[in-house]
């Protein structure tokens, strides 16, 4: 599964009230094709949030949390952790439906999730409850990619019940916030779409989650500042399984696994 065509759509509100247009959407993506809803999220809105989290990011100790029922929101970093299913380096801000929080999240991204639930086919409110359902939840991740380290190694994400698209929301600029690097979709021929070069920001993204994609390094040739909060963020608008449900498979990070086949 690759990228086919790139398609630009300005309709998000009036594709999610219209069956047909679903239907057509959700079959292009199943054929590999990129939606790019232009503007579905205030870009001021995105801005605050950058704000607001980078002061978070600076004045709290980062921890990992499990994904179970009822946990708090947290913050982590991920340096290249052995322990991840995908191996990253990022500064993650995590979400859930059960927490109140200031920017009423859920709500902001109501209709993006509405639009991931009605192309996987489950209804519009699916997983946004208080509590899991099918043993997953919706989760909302900011992912900060720092300049000169931020990345994440090219993989394929579960393809199932619960999703057939993970949607992105693009939070920065190529070019102004960042200048090599970032986001990528492959197509047949092993090329990359960077997909901050064709959306702006408070654009949303959705491709099938089997086309492989990552985070080449953002602007490798500089030094990382954690604290400066230079380089590249996004939001991830996701459903996850929570930490005991073994029946959906784990994303699959294909750079791990090229490396472990050469060493066969
Ligand atoms: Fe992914």
Redesign the pocket.
């Known amino acids: 599964m690759f990228v086919r065509n790139i398609i630009h759509r300005a309709d998000h509100a009036q594709v999610l009230e219209n069956p047909d247009l679903l239907a057509e959407v959700r079959q292009n993506i199943e054929a590999g094709d990129i939606y790019v809803f232009e503007r579905v999220i205030e870009p001021s809105s995105l801005l605050a949030l950058r704000n607001y989290l980078s002061q978070i990011g600076s004045n709290s100790l980062p921890n990992y949390q499990k994904i179970e029922p009822g946990c708090p929101n947290f913050h982590r970093i991920n340096v290249w952790d052995p322990r991840s299913y995908?191996q990253a380096c990022f500064h993650q801000f995590v979400f859930f439906p059960w927490n109140q929080d200031i920017f009423n999240l859920f709500e902001l991204t109501k209709d993006v999730y509405a639009m991931r639930n009605s192309i996987t086919g489950l209804p519009k409110e699916k997983f946004l409850g208080p509590t899991p359902e099918d043993g997953c939840t919706a989760r909302i991740a900011f992912q900060f990619y720092p300049s000169g380290l931020g990345g994440?190694n090219k993989?394929?994400?579960p393809y199932d019940h619960h999703q057939l698209t993970?949607p992105t929301v693009t939070m920065s600029q190529k070019g102004t916030d960042f200048t090599s690097g970032g986001a990528y979709a492959e197509n047949a021929a092993g090329e990359r779409i960077y997909t901050d070069e064709i959306s702006d920001i408070g654009d949303v993204v959705y491709f099938n989650?089997q086309i492989p994609?990552?985070v080449e390094t953002i602007d490798q040739e500089q030094k990382v500042d954690w604290l400066s909060f230079r380089g590249r963020w996004m939001m991830?608008v996701a459903v996850n399984k929570l930490v005991d449900n073994s029946q959906i498979a784990d994303?699959v990070d294909l750079e791990k696994l090229s490396l472990s086949n050469q060493q066969k």
């Open positions: 995908v994440m993989h394929r994400d993970v989650s994609h990552g991830l994303a």
